[in-house]
T-cell receptor, first 114, second 111 residues
Framework: GQQLNQSPQSMFIQEGEDVSMNCTSS?????WLWYKQDPGEGPVLLIA?????ELTSNGRLTAQFGITRKDSFLNISASIPSDVGIYFC??????????????FGQGTTLQVKP | DAGVIQSPRHEVTEMGQEVTLRCKPI?????LFWYRQTMMRGLELLIY????????DSGMPEDRFSAKMPNASFSTLKIQPSEPRDSAVYFC?????????FGQGTRLTVV
């Protein structure tokens, strides 16, 4: 079935450092989304990407939709303690049989040391 | 809008019992998704609906699982009979076009 491979699985960094994580797939996606999940809560949307090559920022977060439509990355600059959480990529598949189908990567757990 | 509303937030039940999870999507959203989250498997898509019609239920693990969406403002996920391995957090999400918004989830524990 369709899968998203997200890496790294976890990161432990010092406050102030930059962070980078990515997702790849063998399938082509129409849309890439990046979410953050805090403990005990549902995932919250951070950034949405709609076009191949698109680069979008949201504060200290920057994400890009890969040219091949099969990958995306998320960067967090100057990390702070409240960035701690699990980050998920999600992709909306292309193709009539998959219209609207939204699947998720395995998540990247981020820990920030003050 | 209050967002996606799920109930209950927590459910503890005995093996063999029927469990029903409920979801109220955001008004006007035309897609509704049910996901299951565990440490081992992450966020798994179980089933999704478009305009109340089930589109893909290939992620539903077994016949013990069923989902319905009788109208645009309500969906249920039922497990009958429940088993300990069904213990997980179950999320409902709704979208208009692409951006999915999640509920707070139902933490299910089957003992």
């Amino acid at each position: 079935g369709q899968q998203l491979n997200q890496s790294p699985q976890s990161m432990f960094i010092q406050e102030g450092e930059d962070v980078s994580m990515n997702c790849t797939s063998s399938s082509i996606f129409n849309t890439w989304l990046w979410y953050k999940q805090d403990p005990g809560e549902g995932p919250v949307l951070l950034i949405a990407l709609y076009k191949a090559g698109e680069l979008t920022s949201n504060g200290r977060l920057t994400a890009q939709f890969g040219i091949t439509r099969k990958d995306s990355f998320l960067n967090i600059s100057a990390s702070i303690p409240s960035d701690v959480g699990i980050y998920f990529c999600a992709g909306q598949l292309r193709g009539s049989s998959n219209t609207g189908k939204l699947i998720f990567g395995q998540g990247t757990t981020l820990q920030v040391k003050p | 809008d209050a967002g996606v509303i799920q109930s209950p937030r927590h459910e503890v039940t005995e093996m063999g019992q029927e469990v029903t999870l409920r979801c109220k999507p955001i008004s006007g959203h035309d897609y509704l998704f049910w996901y299951r989250q565990t440490m081992m498997r992450g966020l798994e898509l179980l089933i999704y609906f478009n305009n109340n019609v089930p589109i893909d239920d290939s992620g539903m693990p077994e016949d013990r699982f069923s989902a319905k969406m009788p109208n645009a403002s309500f969906s249920t996920l039922k497990i009958q009979p429940s088993e300990p391995r069904d213990s997980a957090v179950y999320f409902c999400a709704s979208t208009l076009n692409t951006e999915a918004f999640f509920g707070q989830g139902t933490r299910l524990t089957v003992v």
